[in-house]
């Protein structure tokens, strides 16, 4: 069974960064996409970043472009999404997840297995 657990959230003021974590169990980790989600209190989950298998090519929502970066080691099987300039409007709890092959997708119908999620404050 995948097991997808992220850590490293927490309380944060605007303009500062936070580094998550995403460790992957259970399950082959290397050969898959995987991505980054965000939900916020009363909205719909929506895309963050995304990263191929070999971590060769990314994808990022607009709202995050050129303040997020997503990475993996797979040696480790962990996925990282390294956040800065953070906003108020970055505040929500973050899903890693592991998408069904091996390319960059942005639908979260495209993931298969989910993590618990990690709360992200960002106060003003």
């Known amino acids: 069974q995948v097991q997808l657990v992220e850590s490293g959230g927490g309380l944060v003021q605007a303009g500062g960064s936070l580094r998550l974590s995403c460790a992957a169990s259970?399950?082959?980790?290397?050969?898959?996409?995987m991505g980054w989600f965000r939900q916020a209190p009363g909205k719909e989950r929506e895309f963050v970043a995304a990263i191929t298998w070999t971590g060769g090519s990314t994808s990022y929502a607009d709202s995050v472009k050129g303040r997020f970066t997503i990475s993996r080691d797979n040696a480790k099987n962990t996925m990282y999404l390294q956040m800065n300039s953070l906003r108020p409007e970055d505040t929500a709890v973050y899903y890693c997840?592991?998408?069904?092959?091996?390319?960059?997708?942005?639908?979260?119908?495209?993931?298969?297995?989910w993590g618990q999620g990690t709360q992200v404050t960002v106060s003003s």
């Open positions: 997840a592991r998408g069904r092959g091996s390319t960059v997708v942005t639908g979260a119908g495209r993931y298969d297995y």
């Open positions: 259970g399950g082959t980790f290397s050969i898959y996409a």
